[in-house]
């Protein structure tokens, strides 16, 4: 992910990045869409919803895979 300076917000892409990344996962979280308990947020975070997310709040994602 590639994110700049929005100027029509005003959100640094750090902030965008970072809080709106830990703003989803939270309610995630309070919907139950997250396993309880520690642990990563590799493993515990659906990937699929989270982009979707990201998306929905403007946050350009691409995705590509490489087989080698």
């Known amino acids: 992910m590639i994110d700049y ?3 029509q917000t005003g959100f640094s892409a750090m902030e965008r990045g970072t809080g709106w990344s830990a703003a989803i996962v939270a309610e995630m ?3 139950g ?3 309880r308990g520690a642990g990563g947020v590799e493993s ?3 990937a699929r919803p989270f ?3 990201l ?4 946050i350009s994602v ?7």
């Not at 691409?62 to 080698?68: A, G, H, K, N, P």
Request: proline share 8%.
């Open 51 to 53: 982009v979707e997310a």
């Open 44 to 46: 515990m975070v659906p």
């Open 29 to 31: 979280m309070a919907r």
């Open 62 to 68: 691409e995705e590509s895979v490489t087989l080698r």
């Open 33 to 35: 869409e997250t396993p």
């Open 5 to 7: 300076f929005d100027k």
């Open 55 to 58: 998306r929905g709040r403007g």
